[in-house]
Nanobody, 129 residues
C-alpha cells in the first residue's frame, strides 16, 4: 500500500519560513511525477510546485523566487522550502504522486494528479500579517 505523509506545516508570521516534507511509503512500480498543491479558504486547489518524472521543475507564478521544490535521490522524500511567506500562502498543502500521468512540465503542475494518483493527508500552513 502506498502512502504519502506530509509534515512541516505550522503558523508563522509574514516573512517567515517553513519547510514541508512528504515521505512516500510503499512501492511504486514506476517512478512518479511529484508535486505540491495548495487549497486556501474558499479557493480552488492550485498547483504550487512540481517535479515531473523527467525532472522538469515548475512553479506557480505566485511563489517563484520564494519556494523551492526538491527531492532526494531515491525519490521517496519530497520537500518544499518556503521563504518570505505571505498571508495569501495560507492553506492546506498536499503532496501528490502520479506514476501514470503523461503530463510534463507546466501541464503537470496545472493538471495535477489523475484519478489513480496518490495524495497525502495535507499539512496546514497559516501565515499571519
Amino acid at each position: 500500500q502506498v502512502q504519502l505523509v506530509e509534515s512541516g506545516g505550522g503558523s508563522v508570521q509574514a516573512g517567515g519560513s517553513l519547510r514541508l516534507a512528504c515521505v512516500l511509503k510503499g512501492r511504486l512500480y514506476s517512478p512518479p511525477s511529484l508535486g505540491w498543491w495548495r487549497q486556501g479558504p474558499g479557493r480552488e486547489r492550485e498547483g504550487i510546485a512540481s517535479i515531473d518524472v523527467e525532472g522538469g521543475v515548475e512553479y506557480a507564478d505566485s511563489v517563484k523566487g520564494r519556494f523551492t521544490i526538491s527531492k532526494d535521490n531515491s525519490g521517496n522524500t519530497l520537500w518544499l522550502q518556503m521563504v518570505n511567506l505571505k498571508p495569501e500562502d495560507s492553506g492546506m498543502y498536499y503532496c501528490g504522486a502520479d506514476p501514470f500521468t503523461r503530463l510534463r512540465g507546466r501541464a503537470w503542475l496545472l493538471g495535477g494528479p489523475g484519478q489513480y494518483a496518490y495524495w497525502g493527508q495535507g499539512t496546514q500552513v497559516n501565515v499571519s500579517s
